[in-house]
């Protein structure tokens, strides 16, 4: 109840192509659903966060997509480039961002 | 300002020392959190805290303690290190109402041997 599933583990995409990280839940109760992106020996930050009462929200190159019927939110990173290689996690809350459960993570390579 | 910082960066402790990982924010939020990072399993909470003198477990508090005896600091305490907890440790704050973003630190490394 309580596991955030994120998929895929690591993703290769070209410079200049889209990348797609899909996360899935079954807490229902769950009303904050942020994607953080964590460079190499620094600690998360936040990228952009969703609530259900809107399908989708974009900020520049980031986009999620959500799906409260199917349990499922994504991250699209539109025109890819090699600064946003990065291990990007997904995470949901039912208290306005505490307590976050985190998905396992996905390690983004973006190729020059 | 300089948000949430953590002490020690690096650490190689043995089997059965203690040793007490460091976290002081300066952005005067209440809410404070430990979590451990593993390969593959994304962040796991540990032990949390809604303010001072309050404390509660996380997912994950087995081997750990907290204390939160100031608004800034929220230190971790491993008791009796075993090669389980051998782990990347954050400490991240945030406050209530807003927003819902957590600020991370910088983390702190921890090998048992």
């Known amino acids: 109840q309580q596991q955030v599933k994120q998929s895929p583990q690591s993703l290769i995409v070209q410079k200049g192509g889209i990348s797609i990280i899909n996360c899935a839940y079954e807490n229902t109760a769950f009303d904050y659903f942020p994607w953080y992106q964590q460079f190499p020996g620094k600690g998360p930050a936040l990228l952009i966060a969703i609530r259900p009462d809107v399908s989708e929200k974009k900020e520049g190159r980031f986009t999620i997509s959500f799906n409260k019927s199917a349990k499922q939110f994504s991250l699209h990173i539109m025109d890819s480039q090699p600064g946003d290689s990065a291990t990007y996690f997904c995470a949901a809350s039912m208290w306005n961002g505490n307590k976050l459960v985190f998905g396992a993570g996905t390690i983004l390579r973006v190729k020059s | 300002n300089a948000g949430v910082t953590q002490t020690p960066k690096f650490r190689i402790l043995k089997i059965g020392q203690s040793m007490t990982l460091q976290c002081t924010q300066d952005m005067n939020h209440n809410y404070m959190y430990w979590y451990r990072q593993d390969p593959g399993m994304g962040l796991k909470l540990i032990y949390y805290s809604v303010g001072a003198g309050i404390t509660d477990k996380g997912e994950v508090p087995n081997g750990y303690n907290v204390s939160r005896s100031t608004t800034e600091d929220f230190p971790l305490r491993l008791e009796l290190a075993a090669p389980s907890q051998t782990s990347v440790y954050f400490c991240?704050?945030?406050?209530?109402?807003?927003?819902?973003?957590?600020?991370f630190g910088p983390g702190t490394r921890l090998t048992v041997l």
């Open positions: 991240a704050t945030n406050r209530p109402g807003g927003g819902g973003e957590q600020f």
